[in-house]
């Protein structure tokens, strides 16, 4: 498919697209393995960070949600004959550890952040406080949501949608490892081809694995586009904060 620009509310071509006021930026804990097979790579980590502060730079409000993957998985964990909610909170406290470290890249680049819980640990975060944060990006502070949704049996894609309505983003930017969405796995199938658009719908009934059913039908409901693309070239972030680049856009508005 054809690589253009593409404003992500109207669907027209715009070379000259403003950035978006506010944005939620939902990475899985595997972006930060880098190469590595498990934890953290600090290389990888400081380039997540560097492409939050260009996005920054550029005046956009930026609030993020990571997911543990790269530490401890709830799910897998519960395949393993774990109990579910214990697997569950075990992988929350992995997201915050993940939320730390973003935390430290960015503000050994003098970029101002703040990580709210859900789950309340004072010593190392805030409580989760919706208006607080809102104050925090206002001021051009990154607000790192930890913990999901303090809740277990519900994902971290449903926690980013979930902030995303209370913040009143204007988009979900999900930062894979692929450049938007595929009619089939781009790695196996070489004849896959992106989708420039594609309605909240199809992706459910298609179950092309955007992100997790609930988080779609919350974005749905709120009307809030999900913008697909790939966390893994550098400075990619703010390019398609800016509707440049390749991407996929989830709306209603085809």
Known sequence: MADTDIDIDTGKNNAKSKP???????MSGEVLMGDKEFGLDSETVDRVALDIKEAIELGIEVCVVVGAGNIFRGVSGAADGMDRTTADYMGMLGIVMNALA??????????????????????????????????????GRVVIFAA?????????????????SEMNCDVIMKGTKVDGVYTADPKKDPNAERYERISYMEVLTKDLRVM????VSLARENNIPIVVFSVLEKG???????SKGK????????
């Open 20 to 26: 978006y006021k506010r944005v939620m930026l939902k």
């Open 102 to 139: 973003l935390q430290n890249a960015l503000e050994n680049m003098d970029v101002k952040t703040r990580v709210q819980s859900a789950i309340r640990m004072d010593s190392i975060c805030e409580p989760y406080i919706r208006r607080k944060a809102m104050r925090h990006m206002k001021k």
């Open 148 to 164: 999901g949704t303090g809740n277990p049996y519900f994902t971290t894609d449903t926690a980013a949608a979930l902030r995303a």
């Open 212 to 215: 997790d059913a609930t988080a």
């Open 236 to 242: 990619n972030f703010a390019q398609v904060a800016q």
């Open 247 to 254: 991407y996929t856009v989830v709306t209603n508005n085809l």
